[in-house]
């Protein structure tokens, strides 16, 4: 068993909602309500889910580019909401992320060489005469030419820009990586190729990856186990061939149903979830999941169901599983 290099436990990240003339917190919006986790050295974990489940609100507090709530996130044996800001500053080498939109995430004023090498910089790890060196060598482990250096990223194509949010992250040679749904953006073909890249640069630098995604395909594509996210709560985690074999929670068996697959004479039955996933910042009592599930009884409205291991290391939080 390979040894955990993360390890989230029962992790909340509330927003506060004010209001009235004086501005008090009148209320909070549970982006994450209690998750817990693990990631080996080396695994890629998947988080899926809805949009606005809590994945990419997990993600960031685990860099701590967000303060927690409760819980804690464990990184490599240290506690990361306990260091100061220099330990921190220091442990930011170890750990990167990849955003989402790779445009936003650059300054159009920046070329690119510079923009990929300030961190090296910043952390005073090159001179500036071996940072140009040290760029190209990243550019062109990304898929990259030695004469983008110079190039604004406007420049750029979606795809290329994604590769240089990936350089980024690389340059630092970092043990973790959060990928923070960094395909959702593309086109179908360039999709594959950053994910071949994700799956190469993992091979060849041991990285451990925690892919959010809202597409399953990609996830089984690329992680080793999955975690099903509803309404800021873990719902149902388990290795990805025996999540996709053997669905056991109503939700995650709706998202399977709404897989494509490439046989056009297959027809899948596909479960359509009624309704609108309730507010963060007034969930329902029990099984959050109750308002929209098909096999909803009294008790799920009662009573929250227990998160437990059904064999397999495959877990799911239903009172029917």
């Known amino acids: ?84 800001k220099s330990q921190m500053r220091g442990m930011r080498k170890k750990m990167q992320i990849v955003f989402q939109d790779p445009f936003s995430s650059l300054n159009p004023r920046i070329k690119i060489g510079e923009a990929i090498g300030e961190a090296l910089l910043d952390h005073g790890l090159v001179s500036r005469k071996e940072l140009k060196e040290r760029v190209i060598e990243t550019l062109k482990i990304c898929g990259l030419a030695d004469y983008h250096y110079d190039r604004f990223p406007h420049e750029f194509s979606g795809g290329q820009r994604q590769r240089i949010g990936i350089a980024r992250a690389l340059i630092m040679n970092p043990e973790f990586i959060v990928a923070d749904e960094p395909v959702s953006a593309l086109d179908v073909s360039i999709q594959a190729q950053i994910i071949n890249l994700l799956s190469d640069l993992q091979r060849e630098k041991q990285l451990t990856y925690l892919f959010i995604s809202h597409d399953l395909s990609v996830v089984e594509h690329l992680c080793d186990r999955i975690g099903v996210m509803y309404l800021g709560s873990m719902v149902e985690m388990a290795p990805k ?11 995650t068996k709706a998202l399977l149903s709404a897989v494509p697959v490439p046989d056009p004479l297959y027809k899948r039955d596909r479960i359509v979830l009624k309704g609108d996933i309730p507010s963060p910042a007034n969930p329902p009592s029990g099984c959050k999941f109750h308002t929209r599930c098909p096999l909803a009884t009294d008790l799920c409205k009662q009573q929250v169901p227990e998160y437990r291991n059904m ?3 495959h877990f799911v939080a239903c009172h029917y599983a």
């Not at 309500?33 to 990419?56: M, P």
């Not at 061939?241 to 939700?251: A, G, S, T, V």
């Open 1 to 84: 068993m390979s040894q955990a290099l993360i390890e989230v436990n029962d992790l909340k990240k509330y927003f506060p909602v004010r209001g009235g003339v004086f501005q008090r917190t009148v209320g909070n919006v549970k982006a994450v309500d209690g998750v817990s986790f693990s990631i080996n050295r080396g695994e890629s974990f998947g988080l899926v889910g809805e949009s606005g489940c809590g994945k990419s609100t997990i993600g960031r507090t685990i860099l701590r580019l967000l303060e927690k709530t409760d819980g804690n996130v464990i990184f490599n044996g240290q506690d990361i909401h306990d260091l100061s």
């Open 311 to 313: 064999g397999d290391n």
């Open 241 to 251: 061939e025996e999540l996709f074999r053997n669905p056991l929670h109503p939700y």
